[in-house]
Structures are given as C-alpha cells and as structure tokens.
C-alpha cells in the first residue's frame, strides 16, 4: 500500500494491533455462518467508524487514498469485516463530501457518529429490484400521513445488520415519483432482521434480510431523494470495495510466498520456491498485485485532485474491475502453488477464494464498467471525426 502523513500510519499500526483477534474470529465466523461482533467493538474503539468524517464534523477527515489502505490492510485480516464496516467508510465519506442533507441533519448524525459510535450502511438492494445501480424502483413503500413517514417493505443484503445503528433506507415515494432514502434508527418498533444469510463467501457480513412493517419516522428523516439510479452517481468513496479484494489477494500472496520458502517435500533438495514453475507463478502474482494495487491507488488519487478528478471519474468502475479480477487470479495462483492443501477447510486459501469471488458481485458489475468504457471509446471516436 501507499502511505502518505503519519496519521494514516498510525491508523494502520492501531490496525495491526488488532490483527491477531480479528483473524481468529473471521475464520470462526466463516465456519459457522455467525458475525464476529467483537471485532467491530474492537474498531470502534480505535475510531474506525470517524476516520472519513471531515475534520469540521469532529472526524478524522481522511480522503479516499488514505481510506483505502485502511481497508487493504483490515481486508488481509478478514475479508468479511473490512467488507462490512467498510460500508461505514464510504457511505459516510459520500455523504458529507456531497452534502445532499441539510446542515442540521449532517451536524446531528456527526455528533451520533462521534459521541455514539453510529454505523450505518445504505439498504438499497431487494429481490424484487435486483443490484440498485441498475436502476430498479424500489417495492418498499415510503407514504406521508399526519407529519410522518409510514415506512414498509424488505430489503436485502443488509451488511453489517447486528452492528448497525442507522439504516439509510431507500423507498419509493409514489406523490414524489421518486425514491427516497430514510435516516431510520435501529431501535425504532417495526424493524426486524430476519436471519437469510446463507452464502459460500463473505459469510461473516451478516448480510441479512431487513423487514420494515410500518415503521414510522419524522418528516425530517427524509435525507435524500433521488430521480434515477444511483449508477447515475459519481462516487469514488465506492473504492472501499476494490481496497477489500486488493487486500485479501495480498493475504492469498503472503500465504503462497511463506508455503514456498518453507515446504520442502523428502523428494526435492531444497523448498518449493526454488522451482521454476513455483517462481513462474510466483513473479505472476507479483505483477497482477503490483498492477492491481497501482491502478486502485493511482485512481484515487487523481480523483481527489481538482485538475484531474473528470478525468479520474471515468475510470473508477476500471479500477474496481481490474482489481477484483485480479485479485481472483491472484488467489487461484496461490492456491495452485500451495496444491490440494488449499483445499482443506482450515486452511486460508479456502476462505480467500470463497471470499474474492463477492466482488464479482459488489457494484459496479463487470458488464456495466465495461459496457461504458466501449461508449466512452465510441463517443471518443466521433468528437475526434467531427474536429
């Protein structure tokens, strides 16, 4: 990873304090489909959930190249739980840098972020809809009656759910023809999680159901309100989800790199990393993490500068694309090197290739990032004809 001021590298030396637990409860909470809580207690404590809130809203105020090493170096750890809180990063960092809340809802939810140590994640996603950048209207219904909202439906991969504090819920708005997302407390009656999470990867997510049976809110608990899909929103906070797959890539690869300096079966000389097809694959990992890590990075960075941010816009849904692939490699790779020991359901690997193959699944999809890079060449092609 790249480190730029020594906040950021007191961040991710706070994070590797941490390491040993978070490890051990990830490997626990992948085997029996459970939601390693602790480990979140344990981020709170060092601030995890503030370090993308601006300094002014009381945060730490770090950008996107920053955030993203944070979630590299937690995603080595445990996959599942850089995910999850991860969403806390992004969600947060978009939300105050595009400042669609009104002033006194952003100061409120800081100081719920700050004093009270709130989570939250935007629940957009349903079965009905399918993705939420795809620009499916959401079947929860959002209805005004007597200075309240009347908020019912089921929503979808609700990650992190036993953590969170806040739901940022979307709902359709049948007077406004619009959708709306809702700033809903956990606590509130109505609410359920219904336990559905039943995936091979991401295990520990606690990526679950939410049923909303009329729960009622103020008016005031509507933040946004949206006229089309979000794939329509440039948001580069959403490199929080690429960071995870760069980081359990770079996992697969220390595990492959320590299997090759020490396994030495009584049928060769020396270890396995002496070999030349372990070192062909081996110098392939390298090249596909060191081109994974520089794209993601360099993405970040020139879109956080003012001269180049138009330009950085255009190939976010890439660098996600190119990470998560390769990352995918990168992991199949390991395991070839490492053999059928891969295989067992102790070992790491089988968790790391479980686990990199959701970001298949994370938006952007594949399909769209490269569907719009062909119309960005085309229309390249025609100003070009036209000048």
Do not use: C
């Not at 959930?49 to 190249?65: A, H, Q």
């Not at 944070?70 to 939300?95: M, R």
């Not at 956080?304 to 199949?332: F, M, R, S």
Request: glycine residues 8%; hydrophobic residues 40%; aromatic residues 8%.
């Amino acid at each position: 990873m790249f480190i730029k001021n020594d906040a950021q590298k007191e961040v991710i030396e706070k994070l590797h304090t941490l390491k040993e637990g978070i490890q051990a409860r990830g490997a626990e909470a992948d085997r029996e489909n459970s939601f390693p809580s602790e480990s979140f207690q344990e981020l709170l404590k060092i601030g995890y959930n503030k370090l993308t809130l601006p300094k002014e809203y009381g945060g730490d105020g770090f950008g996107i190249s920053e955030m993203i090493s944070f979630q590299e170096t937690l995603a080595s750890f445990d996959g599942a739980t850089a995910l999850a809180i991860g969403w806390q990063l992004g969600v947060v960092g978009e939300i105050y840098e595009k400042k669609k809340w009104s002033e006194e809802q952003l100061q409120h939810f800081a100081q719920e972020i700050t004093q009270h140590r709130a989570l939250v994640n935007r629940i957009a996603s349903e079965a009905v809809t399918g993705s939420p950048t795809r620009g499916g209207r959401p079947g929860t219904n959002a209805v005004f009656i007597d200075g309240n909202w009347h908020i019912s439906g089921r929503k979808s991969f609700t990650t992190l759910s036993y953590a969170l504090t806040q739901f940022l819920t979307s709902a359709w708005i049948e007077e406004k023809q619009a959708i709306g997302f809702f700033l809903i407390p956990s606590t509130l009656d109505g609410l359920t999680i219904e336990e559905t999470w039943d995936m091979v990867a991401m295990r520990g997510t606690a990526s679950h159901d939410l049923i909303l049976e009329d729960v009622i809110v103020p008016a005031d608990a509507l933040v946004e309100v949206n006229d089309g899909p979000r794939s329509n929103n440039i948001n580069g906070w959403a490199l929080h989800i690429p960071a995870v797959y760069l980081g359990i890539a770079q996992a697969a690869r220390d595990y492959a790199l320590h299997f090759a300096r020490t396994y030495q079966p009584n049928s060769l000389p020396t270890v396995i990393g002496e070999l030349p097809h372990v070192q062909d694959k081996l110098g392939q990992i390298e090249v596909k993490l060191k081109t994974a890590r520089h794209i993601l990075y360099s993405v970040a960075d020139h879109f956080e500068q003012p001269t180049t941010h138009d330009a950085a816009a255009q190939d976010l849904g890439l660098a996600k694309h190119v990470v998560v692939n390769n990352a995918i490699e990168i992991v199949d790779l390991a395991m070839r090197i490492v053999g059928a020991k891969s295989l067992q359901s102790q070992n790491p690997l089988n968790r790391y290739y479980r686990d990199v193959r959701a970001g298949l699944h994370n938006p952007p999809m594949d399909d769209m990032t490269i569907t719009k890079l062909a119309q960005n060449a085309l229309k390249e092609g025609q100003e070009v004809k036209h000048s």
